[in-house]
C-alpha cells in the first residue's frame, strides 16, 4: 500500500514553460547585481561562489568570470548546486516582494490536498534547491502549499537519473521502497526510482501517452484513480 508521495515539479506539479520562461529569465536577469552586493558580506553567497569557483577553475576572486560561468549554466540548464542555491535566494526576493508566483496546476494543488488529508506522506524531490522548491510551493497562485509537504529533497542527495540517490531518500524515510509512489514526467528518472523498489507514476500532460508497463496519467486525477483501483 502507498503510503508516501514523492513528486517532481517541472511538468508534473508545474508548468515546463513557468520554471523556462519566467524563473529562469528572473535569476538570469537579477544574478549580477545579487552577486555583487552580497559576494562579500552573505557567507551563504560566498559558499556558494567558493564552490563555482572549484567546480570552473575560475578564480574564488573574479566575480566577472563567476557570473560569466553562472550565466553560463544557466543557459545550459545545467543542474549545478551552488547555481541552484544562488537562483533560490534570487528568487526568493522576487516571491516576498510579490514579483513571482509560483505555477500550481489545478489538479495538483486539488490532490496534494486531498492525500494530506487522507493521512498520505508528501515529499518534493527537484533539482532545484530545496530553497526554490519551499518558495514556489509557498507562493502558488493558489496559495501556500508547504503545510502539505514532510520535507524536501534536492540534488544534494544525488542526481535524479541515478538509483543511488532513491536509495539515500529511502534511507532518510526510513520506509520500505514498495510504499513509495514517485511522480514524474521524465522516464529516466522513473527507471531510476524503479531500479531502487520505488513504485512510479509517468506524468504525461500533452502528446501521446507511451506504450508501457508502467503507471501512465495525464494528472494527478488519474494517478488517484490508478491508485484506488490497485
Do not use: C
Not at 544557466?74 to 535566494?89: H, S, V, Y
Request: glycine share 8%; proline share 3%.
Amino acid at each position: 500500500m502507498i503510503r508516501v508521495i514523492l513528486t517532481d515539479i517541472e511538468g508534473t506539479t508545474s508548468s515546463i514553460s513557468f520554471v523556462h520562461d519566467v524563473l529562469f529569465p528572473y535569476a538570469s536577469e537579477h544574478l549580477d547585481a545579487f552577486v555583487r552586493a552580497h559576494h562579500d558580506s552573505d557567507p551563504l553567497v560566498t559558499e556558494q561562489l567558493q564552490a563555482v569557483a572549484e567546480k570552473t577553475g575560475v578564480a574564488g576572486d573574479d566575480l566577472d568570470g563567476l557570473i560569466d560561468a553562472l550565466q553560463g549554466w544557466i543557459r545550459e540548464d545545467r543542474k549545478e548546486t551552488p547555481l541552484k542555491a544562488l537562483q533560490g535566494m534570487i528568487w526568493a526576493r522576487g516571491y516576498e516582494t510579490g514579483e513571482l508566483k509560483g505555477h500550481i496546476y489545478d489538479d495538483a494543488a486539488d490532490y496534494l490536498q486531498r492525500w494530506h488529508d487522507r493521512g498520505l506522506r508528501l515529499f518534493v524531490y527537484s533539482s532545484g534547491s530545496v530553497k526554490a522548491q519551499q518558495l514556489i510551493f509557498g507562493y502558488t497562485t493558489a496559495g501556500d502549499f508547504t503545510p502539505y509537504f514532510s520535507g524536501y529533497f534536492d540534488t544534494r542527495i544525488g542526481g535524479k537519473k541515478e538509483v543511488e540517490s532513491y536509495r539515500n531518500i529511502l534511507a532518510e524515510l526510513g520506509v520500505e521502497p514498495a510504499t513509495v509512489l514517485f511522480l514524474s514526467d521524465v522516464e529516466a528518472e522513473l527507471e531510476a526510482a524503479e531500479a531502487a523498489g520505488i513504485k512510479t507514476a509517468w506524468l504525461v500532460r500533452e502528446g501521446e501517452l507511451p506504450d508501457t508497463g508502467r503507471m501512465v496519467a495525464r494528472d494527478f486525477s488519474e494517478v488517484d484513480s490508478l491508485l484506488r483501483k490497485r
